[in-house]
């Protein structure tokens, strides 16, 4: 197991290969001390690559949302973008649903798919919140929203290293063991 960043803090864990051919690996995520990928961290090179690109990408764009969030809490805006999800809520599909995939971080398919999170940023600093959505007796943790406060370059550099070692392993590459 290898370490991209601090757990403690935000990380990946990059594990061992989970098949003959090289393109599944055990890949784990963290975020103030506590391992995101509780339900499967099975990865798929291809696509988690793929994902997280894209996540990285969409992290640097700029909105037009911010009036909706104003002066609210890292919680309170993330359950305000929760909210325009909820049919009977009065923030339902407003922007025509684009809020919710705007701030969604960490949308990478089956390895987080327990996992609500969102990137809020403020000039260079970022609130990285997260819920579990599945099992309410997991630490307490379930549906109640946990903060992490981190330098944007920070969590974004992380992001990189991990997508960059990950893809020097994918199959056909020179990292490729």
């Known amino acids: 197991m290898r370490f991209i960043g601090d757990p403690n803090r935000f990380a990946f864990e990059i594990g061992d290969y989970q098949c003959p ?3 599944l690996r055990h890949v784990d995520i963290w975020a103030g001390g506590v391992r995101l990928c509780i339900d499967d961290n ?14 990285i ?11 909706y969030l104003g002066r609210l ?18 923030n339902y ?16 398919g089956p390895t987080t798919d327990n996992l609500s999170a969102f990137l809020f940023r403020e ?7 997260y819920s579990f959505w599945r099992d309410a007796s997991r630490k307490g943790l379930a549906e109640t929203f946990q ?14 290293d991990a997508m960059n070692t990950l893809l020097a ?6 990292g490729c063991a």
């Not at 099975?42 to 996540?55: C, G, K, W």
Request: hydrophobic share 40%.
């Open 21 to 23: 051919n090289h393109s």
């Open 42 to 55: 099975s990865v798929y090179l291809d696509q988690f690559t793929n994902d997280l690109a894209d996540e």
């Open 57 to 67: 990408k969409r992290s640097y764009c700029i909105n037009d949302f911010a009036l």
């Open 73 to 90: 809490t890292p919680v309170e805006m993330a359950t305000f973008v929760c909210s325009t999800r909820e049919k009977n809520s009065p």
């Open 93 to 108: 599909d407003i922007e025509g649903d684009s809020i919710y995939p705007f701030y969604r971080f960490l949308d990478l």
């Open 123 to 129: 000039a260079e600093r970022s609130f990285f919140v």
């Open 147 to 160: 903060v992490v406060e981190l330098d944007f370059n920070e969590i974004i550099s992380v992001a990189k």
């Open 169 to 174: 392993m994918l199959p056909g590459n020179s």
